[in-house]
T-cell receptor, first 111, second 112 residues
Framework: RKEVEQDPGPFNVPEGATVAFNCTYS??????FFWYRQDCRKEPKLLMS???SGNEDGRFTAQLNRASQYISLLIRDSKLSDSATYLC????????????FGKGTSLLVTP | DTAVSQTPKYLVTQMGNDKSIKCEQN?????MYWYKQDSKKFLKIMFS???????INETVPNRFSPKSPDKAHLNLHINSLELGDSAVYFC???????????FGPGTRLTVL
């Protein structure tokens, strides 16, 4: 089983739509969870950290379910500028200082 | 003010050559990393250093040798380049093992 699994998409949605991405992880000892965004030919950048109680940042809401080892990202009122690849990221709690990245979910927001 | 910088941005070279990629961070972080992103866009850890000490060394051919002269710099030297080494190499840094990582702009390596 891969350490972090995501649906690769692509997700094609119209502007204004709500879209949700899901992710599962295999290491139950993981303590830190993130969503990163990567634009084409650019470096990954942190979108938001994910906390156990769930957290919101503007149009973005992240949820964590530790029992199911499941992370989600909800984007409301999609903008054209949201088009990117969204990477689910989980820390490697048992083996040093690194992050495990999912393969990413591709989002295309269309006019 | 670039937080994590890498040079060069593009590197095109022949098989069998030796090349180096440099990385510097001005964030005062203790931990630095090298990641490889292959043609399928999968981002995978290669090495991690904490205060100049090697912490993670994944299953990477020993043709790849990281060097950290100080905690602000982490360089990657690659010997005897192979076609399969073609990828984008990202340097990153963080302030702790559970913290956000900041990535450099990447070095796009093409081996011909």
């Amino acid at each position: 089983r891969k350490e972090v699994e995501q649906d690769p998409g692509p997700f094609n949605v119209p502007e204004g739509a709500t879209v949700a991405f899901n992710c599962t992880y295999s290491n139950s000892a993981s303590q830190s969870f993130f969503w990163y965004r990567q634009d084409c030919r650019k470096e990954p950048k942190l979108l938001m950290s994910v906390y156990s109680s769930g957290n919101e940042d503007g149009r973005f809401t992240a949820q964590l379910n530790r029992a199911s080892q499941y992370i989600s990202l909800l984007i409301r009122d999609s903008k054209l500028s949201d088009s990117a690849t969204y990477l689910c990221v989980v820390n490697r709690e048992n083996s040093g200082y690194a992050l495990n990245f999912g393969k990413g979910t591709s989002l295309l927001v269309t006019p | 003010d670039t937080a994590v910088s890498q040079t060069p941005k593009y590197l095109v070279t022949q098989m069998g050559n030796d090349k180096s990629i440099k990385c510097e961070q001005n964030l005062g972080h203790d931990t630095m990393y090298w990641y490889k992103q292959d043609s399928k866009k999968f981002l995978k850890i290669m090495f991690s250093y904490n205060n100049k000490e090697l912490i993670i060394n994944e299953t990477v051919p020993n043709r790849f040798s990281p060097k950290s002269p100080d905690k602000a710099h982490l360089n990657l030297h690659i010997n005897s380049l192979e076609l399969g080494d073609s990828a984008v190499y990202f340097c990153a840094s963080s302030n702790g093992r559970r913290d956000e990582q900041f990535f450099g702009p990447g070095t796009r390596l093409t081996v011909l």
